[in-house]
């Protein structure tokens, strides 16, 4: 072995500390039998690319997703992937679930919005888990489901910066306002993708008024000046400065 790849660091010390965490605690792992799905009135799903499965109980009434556990043979960053698709699409229906990317995967447990949770060499093992979803989605596609949700899409965990970007005040509005874009490109509209939606930035006013539109379902969808409404300003607030207020154009 070269000096090279005895200073490589180890894959565990590439991963985020997020990552490393949900590692530690697995809570999807497992399976259903046809028995367990019979009992519960559900449709078993299973969906599965090489050596990662994904055992989905779905009600047939509405399409939600209403538990799921995988199972995976391989390297760690492979069970990782496995229980990352599991969070995420856990509570949604299977269309929401077949919009989910091998980069949302990716954000969703990141210790900082630029900096990858799986390293490069384990990004594979997430694209085995969007196949396995579509997979599984595919099969549930005589299944209704509403185009409305109740849920809000981008109900996630994220870094929060006590008291705003420092210096926020002294920033120029231009430098404002692409800062705000940019965060609702990396951390707000992926999420909101996952119902068919969109979400623009129109103003940015008086230094604090977001002024936002919405596009795709979000148009008519009662959550959008409800609780998506509150997430979006919650997250620009954390990740921002808590001034900001968050003003849709209906």
């Not at 594979?124 to 849920?151: G, K, M, R, V």
């Not at 300003?233 to 849709?248: D, K, T």
Request: hydrophobic letters at 40%; proline letters at 6%.
């Amino acid at each position: 072995m070269s000096l090279t790849q005895l200073l490589r660091p180890h894959l565990w010390e590439l991963f985020s500390k997020k990552l490393r965490d949900k590692i530690d605690r697995f809570h999807y792992a497992g399976s259903f039998t046809p028995e367990e799905a019979l009992a519960r009135n559900m449709r078993l799903v299973i969906g599965s690319d090489g050596k990662l499965l994904f055992y989905w109980l779905v009600d047939e009434s509405d399409g939600v997703i209403a538990d799921v556990k995988f199972q995976a043979y391989g390297p760690i960053s492979l069970l990782a992937a496995g229980e990352i698709a599991c969070e995420l699409v856990l509570r949604k229906n299977y269309d929401q679930a077949s919009r989910i990317s091998a980069d949302l995967l990716d954000q969703h447990v990141r210790d900082k919005k630029d900096v990858p949770s799986f390293p490069k060499q384990a990004y594979s093992h997430l694209n085995q888990a969007i196949a396995a979803i579509d997979q599984a989605a595919q099969q549930c596609f005589d299944i209704p489901f509403t185009a409305e949700y109740d849920l809000t899409p981008i109900e996630h965990d994220f870094h929060e910066i006590p008291g705003g970007i420092p210096g926020w005040e002294d920033f120029p509005s231009p430098q404002k306002l692409a800062i705000i874009k940019e965060v609702i490109d990396k951390e707000i509209r992926p999420y909101i993708e996952l119902d068919a939606g969109g979400v623009n930035v129109l103003h940015f006013k008086d230094d604090k008024e977001v002024v936002i539109s919405y596009e795709g379902s979000c148009v008519t969808c009662h959550s959008s000046t409800g609780s998506t409404l509150t997430a979006i300003q919650q997250i620009l607030r954390a990740r921002v400065h808590p001034s900001l207020v968050v003003i849709p154009e209906l």
